[in-house]
């Protein structure tokens, strides 16, 4: 009987097939004119526009499952690109990890590549709107896609690949990733010092999410502990200008550690605080609500936990509660409870200061909301509201998103969920 159901599966998976495990990205023209989908497939740096309201630059880097580079020299060529862009004109420089079922692939153009093009060319607008109102140098938009292979079956059994890409993810992660993110980070501080508005927002979803904060997690601890000497309430400091989470797939537990940084003797962030981490998750989530604590539970029933304690930092003090390591080890990072610090509330008729084309300071528009009585922000078509958890102006925003906002694991794309993360790299951006 065992023996016919694994001759099933795996007669499933040879006829469901492998994806392949070569880089999609070999060419090397030094920027291919990106025009229409299809063009510049092959090619690992593009750009669209060039001259025009919406010119960005976007480029392609790999990784093989064991988090080594698929084609190496793609990462010399281009952050030599990029530096060389930096030494003459102020940058902002914005990175996507993919996640699970996507990869780099430009015919057919993957469904995430598509949709960060939208996210460069929105941000090339608003470089367009901000230099003529304020007369400032535009900044060039360069962007870089971070590939890995999301997918490693066709067809549906794909649907049960997801332990072994989240183990992926987070070898990706941890071994090969860190290295590209400081290099590039290195590129933008660098080029601080002749354009201060230059800035560098990195974005990760879902298993991207995973790897993104593998390799970044160690970075923020010692950014944070550097930033904030023992009993001084300065402002801590993080990787890039932002770094977001969407619908993130890993287990809370491994988030413990930066939250309980956050929340150390509940000293107070300085009104110039801006937010160094943020993860966005959907309450319409299935896989990250339901499946993901099913499959953990397996493994996770093998090794000891404890119940510690933990605290909020309430506007009354300190509120001390009971943190169950189980519950934490099982959940999804934002389907947490404890940890969340916001709720973003769909609201048709709310209508963001951050985002009026007139608005010249929205990091100061930003920073009156959080200080308002209410301490609401307002964004087009939702707000976000605290729950009194935290200090006001924590750099840690871990967000739990009402109905209405996200509609799934994969609605990342969203007209009120770009809106949202608009503003939030309008303030990052803002000088």
Known sequence: MIKGIWLLLWSLIIGSGCTTTDPFRTAFDEYCLYEKQA????QVMEVSAPDGVEEYRLSFIEYDDQGQLLVPHAKQAVTDAYREIADESGILKITFVHGWHHNASGDPEDSNITSFREILAQAAEYEELAHSLTGNPRRKILGLYIGWRGASLKGFLNYFTFWARKATAHEVGDQGMTEVLLELEQIVKQNKAKHSQSR?????????????????????????????PYKT??????????????????????????????????????ETQLPKLVILTARDDPFG????????????????????????????????????????????????????THELHAREDARSLISDRENIDPRGTWF?????????????????????????????MYIFTTRGVMSGHNDIWNEVVSSFLGDLIRVSMAE
């Open 39 to 42: 063009d510049c497939a092959d």
């Open 200 to 228: 560098m927002v990195t974005i990760g979803h879902s298993l991207g999410g995973a790897a993104l904060f593998s390799s970044l997690h160690s970075v923020l601890a010692e950014r944070y502990v550097s930033s904030r």
């Open 233 to 270: 309430s300065q402002a801590a400091e993080g990787f890039g200008d932002l770094v977001v989470l969407l619908n993130p797939a890993f287990e809370a537990i491994r988030y413990g550690s930066l939250y309980g940084l956050s929340q150390d003797e509940c000293r107070k962030y300085p």
């Open 289 to 340: 609500r339901w499946f993901f604590p099913m499959g953990r539970r397996p493994g996770s029933s093998l090794e000891s936990h404890r119940t510690t304690t933990a605290m909020y930092c309430t506007e009354n003090g300190v509120e001390r509660y009971e943190l169950k390591q189980w519950d934490a080890d099982v959940h999804a990072v934002g389907h947490f409870d404890p940890y969340i």
């Open 368 to 396: 009156k909301q959080i200080e308002s009585e209410d301490g609401r922000i307002v964004f087009n078509g939702s707000i976000l509201v605290s729950k009194g958890r935290t200090q006001p102006n924590n750099p840690y």
